[in-house]
């Protein structure tokens, strides 16, 4: 089975400007999950994605937004870039939602906002 | 919010020694988690052990769970220079609608 996919794997991006990360999870996998993760403030949960729908949002500003496709494919989007906002953008899959199953990482999207 | 803490923080041993990595949490939980991070990269689940369990084994990894200290620990046992990376452990519970908390992580640096 091939693994939990994100592109592109790095990004650079000025402040002001938008950014698409795309993650395409395990096949089978309905759960998608998207985290950011900086020094600072370690792995911080954005939103959760179970069979298109939106179920879990963490505690992000709107410029924060995602989407999940009828393939499982979920793609989030930050828009006007801020400098804090460079991190790295981790997504995961897993086959049920909870904590009962483990998650599936991808290698991750380096946002760098300059 | 981050439930999860692990101790320590930072974590150097001897190539060959043990290491040992504690994660305590604050309110009760369904499920507790061990990841394994490789600088830069994803993380890769390590073991999962519920509420009702009191240790889990896997290769050269064991992890106890005590509910009442509201706590768990991670041991790897004869370290390799492989095992270098941040260890985070992630708990759910019947307040927490599916979402795992986290911790902020022990680094681990295994030395040659």
């Known amino acids: 089975k091939a693994g939990v996919t994100q592109t592109p794997r790095y990004l650079i991006k000025t402040r002001g400007q938008q950014v698409t990360l795309s993650c395409s999870p395990i096949s089978g996998h309905r759960s998608v999950s998207w985290y950011q993760q900086t020094p600072g403030q370690g792995l911080q949960f954005l939103f959760e994605y179970f069979s298109e729908t939106q179920r879990n949002k963490g505690n992000f500003p709107g410029r924060f937004s995602g989407r999940q496709f009828s393939n499982s494919r979920s793609e989030m989007n930050v828009s006007t870039l801020e400098l804090g906002d460079s991190a790295l953008y981790l997504c995961a899959s897993s086959a049920n939602r909870g904590g009962n199953s483990p998650l599936h990482f991808g290698n991750g999207t380096r946002l760098t906002v300059t | 919010s981050q439930q999860g803490e692990e101790d320590p923080q930072a974590l150097s041993i001897q190539e060959g020694e043990n290491a040992t990595m504690n994660c305590s949490y604050k309110?009760?939980?369904?499920?507790l988690q061990w990841y394994r991070q490789n600088s830069g990269r994803g993380l890769v689940h390590l073991i999962l052990i519920r509420s009702n369990e009191r240790e889990k084994h896997s290769g050269r990894l064991r992890v106890t769970l005590d509910t009442s200290k509201k706590s768990s620990s991670l041991l790897i046992t004869a370290s390799r220079a492989a095992d270098t990376a941040s260890y985070f452990c992630?708990?759910?519970?019947?307040?927490?609608?599916?979402?795992?908390?986290w911790g902020a992580g022990t680094k681990l640096i295994i030395k040659p």
């Open positions: 309110t009760s939980i369904n499920n």
């Open positions: 992630a708990t759910d519970g019947p307040d927490s609608n599916y979402q795992l908390i």
